[in-house]
């Protein structure tokens, strides 16, 4: 069974350039996750996806970062436009369902240097 | 608010010792508890969970056992190998019913040979 994939696994741009990072989640899972990921720190939650619908986004800086899941599947996350401390590995995670004992399937992440 | 502090790496260790990484929580509710591992250049993989309390989770031959007394959910392996050298994080969720993961900052583990 694939895992979750993301891509670019890096990506260096300049401040105030837009960045989009995306994600292909396992097959038949219905919540899409995101996290940002700090150097030496846990990854926090961006926002979930159940299906098509983004049931938290309240973690979502949202005058500069937008996401989309259009057809339940595929997700992408922007940036626009990238500051220095967005510099941070940014992590997708999909799992079958939502509930708080399920399991969450990480990608390996897409490495973001802002410069 | 809820959270999990985890001990600081890294933590340095000869082949076969015994491992042991600190995990203790804050949360409201009875929260379920993982512990992930991340391996370099890769994403985050479940080593194991308990959803309630004295459960024990294991995989790999690591261990974990859900202590609601102290709030805790210790990592332990007997032997600990070079290929265990990762990131363990150790995480909550379920806090008042709801999904949302709140992981530590997690542990560096190095095994040398």
């Known amino acids: 069974e694939a895992g979750v994939v993301q891509s670019p696994r890096y990506k260096i741009i300049e401040k105030k350039q837009p960045v989009a990072f995306w994600c292909n989640p396992i097959?038949?899972?219905?919540?899409l996750y995101w996290y940002l990921q700090n150097l030496g720190q846990g990854p926090e939650l961006l926002i979930r996806?159940?299906?098509?619908?983004?049931?938290?986004d309240s973690q979502l800086p949202k005058d500069r970062f937008s996401a989309e899941r259009l057809k339940g599947v595929d997700s992408t996350l922007k940036i626009q436009p990238a500051e220095l401390g967005d510099s941070a590995v940014y992590l997708c995670?999909?799992?079958?369902?939502?509930?708080?004992?399920?399991?969450?399937?990480f990608g390996p992440g897409t490495r973001l240097t802002v410069l | 608010g809820d959270s999990v502090t985890q001990m600081e790496g890294p933590v340095t260790l000869s082949e076969e010792a015994f491992l042991t990484i600190n995990c203790t929580y804050t949360?409201?509710?009875?929260?379920?508890l993982f512990w992930y591992v991340q391996y370099p250049g890769e994403g985050l993989q479940l080593l194991l969970k308990?959803?309630?309390?004295?459960d024990k989770g294991s995989n790999k031959g690591f261990e974990a056992t859900y202590r609601k007394e102290t709030t805790s959910f210790h990592l332990e392996k007997g032997s600990v190998q070079v290929s265990d050298s990762a990131v363990y994080f150790c995480a909550l969720s379920g806090i008042s019913g709801t999904y949302k993961y709140i992981f530590g900052t997690g542990t560096r583990l190095k095994v040398l040979a």
């Open positions: 949360a409201t509710g009875y929260p379920s």
């Open positions: 308990a959803t309630k309390a004295d």
């Open positions: 995670a999909s799992s079958p369902g939502g509930g708080a004992t399920d399991t969450q399937y």
């Open positions: 996806y159940e299906n098509e619908e983004a049931v938290d």
């Open positions: 097959s038949g899972h219905n919540t």
